[in-house]
């Protein structure tokens, strides 16, 4: 078998190739890709093998593509302009005869109406449509994504976002590279949707509490409307389009896009998922 992973410079992608690696796939049965070789360096000195890929670039996808029957597409990480991308691969790994394709999309993108949601529901529509066997694993929220909020609450004491009382599951990037890993590597995975989540749902209030305890000062969670959300963003510098997004984010949260907890991800890799504060202090570390 031959596993291809495409943004292994990323964060993402490059804690994928590791876990590959940890669970005993040979390096040189791993190709790792991006726009930028250079940015592979580190695992090539692994010994995993190296391409160019880069999702705009068709040439660049079906050369990385030659001898390949696993792919692993991370999703792209620039809102508005991912679907374009997405397709080219799916074209190719149909072209190459690609075995099996494993996409990282967003959680309930089939489902749910939200900021986040539509490109990677066009996606899983396109990877039904081209008949490719494939896994979906719907990726919850980061950990990691809290770093900055918590950054700033060390200096003001508050997190604030406009999610209500929503609910997260949310999960360090390395246990989602971890189950993304053993689906590329077992066999019997292909035709599922699997959302992975981290084993506790958490409030923006538990959120607060877990920075207060890594901060050892107190942090109060500050709930803020739509409207004083996009205003607060506006006024750091963001244009109204991009505000409006991201306050979008915190509405699909407070409308329960999040919510959720069924244990998929820890079943899969054979282990309970971190816990919030102890991925919170090694995201800041």
Known sequence: MTILVTAASGQLGSLVVDALLRRGAPADSIVATARDTAKLA????????TAELDYERPDTIAAALDGVDTVLLVSGSEPGKRLAGHRNVIDAAVAAGVAKLVYTSAPKATTFDWALGAEHR???????ASGLPAVIVRNNWYVE???????????SGV????AGDGLVAAVTRADLADGAAVVLLEDGHLGRVYEFGGDVELSYDDIAAAAAEVLGREVAYARLSTEEHVAALEAVGLDASTAGFVAGLDTGIREG????VDGTLSRLIG???????EGLRSALA
């Open 257 to 260: 896009v999040l919510a959720g």
């Open 145 to 155: 994504n809290y770093v900055a909020d918590v950054q700033r609450a060390a200096d």
């Open 42 to 49: 580190a695992l090539a000195e692994r010994g995993v093998r």
């Open 271 to 277: 282990r309970p998922t971190t816990p919030f504060v």
């Open 122 to 128: 066009a996606t899983e529509e396109a990877i039904a």
């Open 159 to 162: 997190i604030a976002a406009s």
